[in-house]
């Protein structure tokens, strides 16, 4: 597996897991109805913050992920990241890869700590590889999140120092 720059190009391979990742609306917060073009938008992300493809020796884009500052100004030292995996392909590293690269992409760049503002407490699979990694939960809103079949869940905040 490969971890690279996305391109305009990657997006026709992303659209339909990340299209399906959303509409199912049990892990992000995003509108269950986004469109293609504010998909994009959202997710394509340019310098200084980046967008990369987990790639399998053949070319298939097997996940995402897009990294910037969590905040501007005086609370830019901190980053954020975000990551989608086809699900065709869970299970086999893809998520953990991606988690890994962002956090050297934050360190190399300079960022103190990275900060998750919004993990379902439902999507366990993802709670523990990030607690696996080393992040931790700050704070849960109670309630935050609205699972389309749990009903209304907690929203974590997990933060790892770099």
């Known amino acids: ?4 720059e996305a391109t305009a190009d990657d997006w026709a391979a992303i659209w ?3 299209h399906r990742i959303t509409a199912a609306g049990d892990t992000f917060t995003f509108p269950l109805d986004l469109d293609e073009k504010t998909g994009r938008d959202w ?7 980046r967008t990369v493809v987990a790639v399998a020796d053949d070319g298939t884009v097997l996940g995402t992920a897009k990294m910037n500052n969590n905040q501007n100004g005086n609370g830019a030292h ?3 990241a975000s990551y989608m995996v086809d699900p065709a392909h869970g ?20 960022f103190r700590s990275m ?3 919004a993990v379902a407490a439902s999507n366990l699979h993802a709670v523990r590889l990030y ?3 080393g992040f931790t939960v700050i704070g849960t809103i109670p309630e935050g999140f609205h699972h389309p079949e749990q009903g209304y869940v907690g929203l974590h905040v ?4 770099l």
């Open 115 to 117: 900060q998750f503002n």
């Open 16 to 18: 339909p897991f990340f």
């Open 78 to 80: 901190v980053a954020s």
């Open 131 to 133: 607690e696996r990694l």
């Open 1 to 4: 597996m490969l971890i690279r």
């Open 91 to 110: 299970g086999r590293g893809v998520g953990r890869a991606l988690v890994e690269y962002t956090l050297d992409w934050a360190r190399a760049e300079g």
């Open 158 to 161: 997990m933060h790892r120092p």
């Open 43 to 49: 997710w394509m992300y340019s310098a200084p913050n």
